[in-house]
């Protein structure tokens, strides 16, 4: 189903996804992110994790241009980020988006939330577009609910419709920013199993997330912001048992402690 | 420790509810100094409101001709024999049927357009933005081979009615895009807008009338006036677009900036995310203060006879003048109050309706 990024083969390919060189931003005096270099090749699963205020939010929205940057570039699949709207449009439809507050449109129901972009940003045809959504809504396991509100679900309801949703555009890349952070325990399972599929079949993801756990099992790299800057980036197995800056260890001794 | 291995089923509430008797006792005979406040209230409604049922009901005289038929109680008399006029106004006889055929087209849209689920409604939205409009227009003021009818014969009811309708359906959208425009990233676009806003909000709209009716022409070449009712018309829409878009900016900043973020984050333009996410939710969340505007709207068309057009209001208190129905004050008055609260009550029930029909369950 998932036709444009189905080859976990590519991961291992140069083909660079992201690139962003030199990214800095600033809020008023704020410098929240400081040259920030980046590749993420096609295929690749990226965790980003960091203490609050890091900057790792920041980051990944600089990268579908809901925050803008103040200097370095941003090229997505070969396409620089500018100011020109086209680009913007483009870029945004190629590259999905999950929030940590879901974000549904509490007035459309469930399968108008996964429709809505399709029909009106892609021209995709209404039964198309709704065929389409049913099939991610049987993959996130909620087809069931497809004509209810987004009021009606639990939070692990909404994330999953969230994701499917992002899905719905044929996304090359999927932003995850802290996902489980806003669910209740017992449903923060469900949200990341559906992502460990999505990471399973191949498709190039970067998540802001604090689940060491979802980390260690499907990511390629492990990146760690502190006061904007990426201060460590590892391989999970050596990012989490031999972490080479103190910053990195005061975390991860941080969250790993209970 | 405690374990509980014995589920407890689900029980029915217990019912509240113990008939209207059961009720009464225990809101209204509770105790003794209850049961004395209830008399009371009861005695004081009774010996208030006899009074008025028997003057405007029971003693109330109906038909007639003139002011002979009436003996005590209210004269509707002077209501029933001169409705044709608070209806038309002066519109000529013979051409009443033209208005009445704009009644009905508006009574049978109200019909089609209001209730939740009704076959084509999309239909009848093109019909109610285009033929309609354009029909009326002709059927009203004549042309196509109609016979003109100057504006200055309408009145009563009819020109009440067309004043807060042609309102009513441009201050809406005119509101939302000045709204829009106020929270615009384009300075000169906000700059413009706000200044609209604060200008028109901050003149009293019998000024605004009189400006339209009385200054516009002293300012412009006596060819380009245009007629007193449009002039007046534009004036009511500028003025009440105003507010509309104060009204909606509301609903605008009560949308959470997430909104705005996943509709951005999935590839939609301005206008598209405007249309389809953010001000169905905006607009479904000021229902009560757009009705509002509305209702104000509808009352404060009778402003309009201070520039001499004749709406309800003012063709009834020129009825009160009539040296053959002089003392009916009180009746005209009634009348007239009755008919614009009927239409306001009106558009609040409407209103409230389409509030539970929207509402979703769910604050974004």
Redesign the interface.
């Known amino acids: 189903m998932m036709t444009s990024v189905n080859n976990a083969e590519m991961a291992g390919s140069d083909s660079a996804m992201i690139e962003l060189r030199k990214l800095n931003k600033w809020y008023g005096d704020f410098h929240v992110l400081r040259d920030i270099d980046l590749t993420v090749r096609k295929g690749e699963r990226i965790v980003i994790c960091g203490p609050s205020g890091s900057g790792k939010s920041t980051m990944i929205r600089c990268i579908n241009r809901l925050e803008e940057h103040q200097q370095g570039d941003i090229i997505i699949n070969g396409r620089e980020m500018t100011n020109d709207l086209k680009d913007i449009e483009q870029v945004r439809m190629e590259v999905g988006m999950v929030f940590q507050h879901f974000n549904l449109f509490p007035h459309l129901t469930v399968l108008e939330n996964c429709t809505l972009a399709p029909i009106w940003v892609r021209k995709q045809p209404r039964k198309e577009a709704e065929a389409i959504a049913m099939q991610y809504l049987e993959r996130v396991r909620i087809p069931d609910q497809a004509d209810k509100y987004p009021g009606q679900l639990s939070g692990g309801q909404q994330q999953r419709v969230a994701i499917a949703r992002s899905l719905c555009m044929n996304p090359q890349v999927m932003l995850f920013d802290e996902p489980t952070s806003a669910l209740d325990p017992e449903m923060i399972k469900e949200v990341l199993d559906v992502m460990v599929e999505l990471a399973n079949e191949g498709m190039t993801m970067l998540c802001v997330t604090h689940e060491m756990g979802f980390a260690k099992t499907v990511a390629d790299r492990v990146i760690f912001m502190d006061e904007g800057q990426i201060v460590e980036e590892n391989e999970p197995e050596s990012f989490f048992n031999n972490p080479q800056s103190e910053r990195t260890k005061l975390f991860l001794s941080q969250i790993l402690q209970h | 420790m405690i374990v509980n291995e014995n589920p407890v089923a689900a029980r029915p509430a217990p019912a509240s509810n113990r008939g209207i008797w059961g009720w009464m006792r225990q809101k209204l005979f509770s105790s003794p100094a209850n049961t004395v406040l209830t008399v009371v209230t009861g005695w004081l409604l009774y010996i208030g409101l006899t009074p008025v049922i028997s003057w405007s009901f029971i003693e109330a005289d109906w038909f007639g001709s003139d002011r002979s038929a009436c003996d005590g109680g209210a004269c509707w008399v002077f209501i029933t024999a001169r409705i044709e006029q608070f209806i038309y106004g002066f519109y000529p006889e013979d051409l009443r049927w033209r208005v009445d055929l704009v009644f009905l087209q508006t009574g049978l849209l109200l019909l089609w357009l209001m209730p939740q689920s009704m076959p084509g409604k999309k239909w009848g939205v093109i019909y109610a933005l285009s033929i309609f409009p354009i029909s009326s227009f002709f059927l009203l003021s004549g042309g196509l081979g109609l016979e003109m009818v100057d504006t200055h014969k309408w009145g009563g009811l009819m020109l009440t009615l067309v004043l807060a309708l042609v309102g009513i359906v441009a201050a809406l959208p005119f509101g939302v895009l000045l709204a829009l425009g106020r929270r615009s990233e384009m300075p000169v676009i906000r700059f413009f807008c706000t200044t609209f806003i604060e200008v028109w909000r901050g003149v009293p709209l019998i000024t605004v009338l009189f400006m339209a009716s009385v200054m516009l022409p002293l300012f412009v070449p006596e060819e380009v006036v245009f007629d007193k009712l449009v002039r007046a018309l534009i004036g009511i829409v500028m003025f009440q677009s105003a507010y509309m878009a104060e009204v909606v900016r509301g609903g605008l900043q009560a949308i ?1 900036r ?2 705005y ?9 301005y206008w ?1 995310m405007m249309r ?2 953010i001000l ?2 905006a607009l ?1 969340m000021v229902i009560p203060g757009i009705v509002n505007t509305f209702i104000a709207l509808f009352k404060d068309t009778s402003l309009v006879l201070i520039i001499g057009l004749f709406d309800l209001l003012a063709i009834v208190q020129a009825g009160l003048a009539d040296p053959k129905w002089l003392g009916f004050a009180i009746e005209g008055y009634v009348f007239a109050g009755f008919v614009f609260w009927f239409f306001c009550f009106s558009m609040s029930r409407y209103s409230q309706s389409l509030e539970k029909r ?1 509402n ?5």
Do not use: D, F, R, S
């Not at chain 2, 973020?261 to 333009?269: K, N, R, V």
């Open positions: 959470p997430g909104q973020e996943a509709a951005a984050a999935m590839g939609l333009g598209k389809l996410v169905p939710q479904k929207l979703t369950g769910h604050k974004a």
